[in-house]
């Protein structure tokens, strides 16, 4: 059994932003998958959105806002 974590705000805000700035830099949507793996990131496509979850334990993080992968598919 896993122990309850609580959400902060200011960490999901700066792993947000980080996630939207190594999307910047990536050359497709692989790479991009590649570089936030590297971080212990991972983005999932549900039916609710683009979600990012942590690696290797899947713990939802929070949504992407629908923008920046209109472009793009993951």
Known sequence: MSAPLKKDPFIIAQVME???????????PREWQHRLAGYGYAVR??????????LPHHIEI???????MASQQV
Do not use: K, W, Y
Request: net charge negative; proline share 7%; glycine share 8%.
């Open 45 to 54: 496509e549900t039916d609710q959105g683009h979600i990012v979850e942590t």
């Open 18 to 28: 980080l996630v939207m700035r190594e999307r910047e830099h990536a050359l497709s």
């Open 62 to 68: 929070g949504v992407l806002p629908a923008e920046p």
